[in-house]
């Protein structure tokens, strides 16, 4: 038991005893000025609020009828009714050797933990980290960290091996292709070839995603990050027509120009693009499917998106969608 809840069950004990009409605490907080003492309670104020006292002659009560813990200073009624408390130095010590011997140190557990899908790190095959990637990659590990000593139940997921992105396989083809829309248009016939299912392509695909991959594990080795899932777009291609159909019979998103979209002007002026109208899916559609999957498979209560702050409009579209969508899960996009 920390300082401040030793001495909070003991004022409330106090409380509920004289005073059971007043609501429950918490009571004691940390003082505000520390040369008054470490901690202080208003609950001789809130008592005489609500009983028509006096808020010093209570706070003298409290503060000598309840003592504090072994190894405080007196007690001291300041103010209109205020108690300010000091722990002395051999209090201080008892209480860090017991945080010392507790594994937890001193961080209580959840009462109700949750299953918390964290979502981060996200490299692009055949491209090598930048220190985005890094940056998501700590602060996702960190995260997972905290939250699992929390006592929550912490699905770390690496969506690596996104098939969208292989119009920038190489900065040269990349290049090449914004001056070129010949080639531009090949890179995307390509694309919608391999999200069609061309076993050649695949094949090459699945080439790259696993180079990449043991690139990428040996970074997270030398970091010393884990994930408990490595799941990629590809993952989800069979799901993507269906999810689509499905926005559209239940009047979430509707057909523009051929392209299928959503539409919410007070997010954006422009559509949030799920199909394309010449039939190729997008980073869009694929996050709503792997969004479904983790509350459907996984049963998530929670997941978290751990993402430079680019994407805030993407993930501003995608937890809107999730919510018209009837998807029951709380979402939250960690940006830097």
Avoid at 128 to 136: D, K
């Amino acid at each position: 038991m920390s300082l401040r809840s030793e001495l909070e069950t003991r004022v409330s004990a106090w409380a509920s005893t004289h005073y059971p009409q007043v609501a429950s605490g918490p009571w004691i907080r940390p003082c505000a000025d520390p040369r008054h003492g470490h901690f202080q309670t208003h609950l001789p104020m809130v008592v005489a609020k609500q009983t028509g006292g006096n808020a010093r002659e209570i706070a003298t009560r409290l503060a000598q009828e309840c003592p504090p813990p072994q190894h405080w200073e007196t007690p001291e009624v300041a103010g209109g009714g205020f108690v300010n408390y000091r722990a002395k130095p051999e209090a201080v010590a008892a209480a860090l050797q017991t945080l010392r011997q507790d594994s937890s140190f001193g961080v209580p557990k959840e009462s109700h933990p949750e299953i918390v899908v964290v979502d981060f790190s996200s490299p692009n095959i055949a491209k090598s980290m930048h220190v985005g990637h890094i940056r998501s990659t700590l602060l996702g590990d960190t995260l997972a960290r905290m939250l699992s000593r929390l006592g929550h139940q912490v699905i770390r997921i690496d969506p690596t091996c996104a098939i969208d992105q292989l119009e920038e396989f190489y900065k040269k083809g990349h290049q090449e292709a914004e001056s070129d829309p010949v080639k531009m248009e090949h890179a995307r016939a390509e694309l919608a070839s391999l999200q069609s299912g061309d076993s050649e392509r695949k094949k090459d695909w699945e080439l790259f995603c696993q180079r990449s991959a043991d690139h990428f594990r040996e970074i997270y080795r030398q970091l010393g990050v884990s994930f408990d899932l490595e799941k990629g777009e590809s993952a989800y291609h069979n799901e993507l027509p269906g999810i689509v159909e499905e926005l559209l019979k239940s009047k979430v998103a509707e057909v523009s120009q051929g392209a299928v979209v959503i539409s919410n002007p007070t997010i954006s002026e422009e559509p949030f693009l799920i199909r394309k109208s010449d039939g190729a899916f997008l980073y869009a559609t694929t996050d709503l499917a792997a969004l479904r999957s983790r509350i459907r498979d996984l049963h998530a209560n929670r997941i978290i998106y751990v993402t430079d702050g680019r994407q805030q409009l993407h993930f501003r579209w995608l937890f809107d969608t999730a919510q018209r969508w009837n998807q029951k899960v709380a979402l939250e996009h960690v940006w830097f």
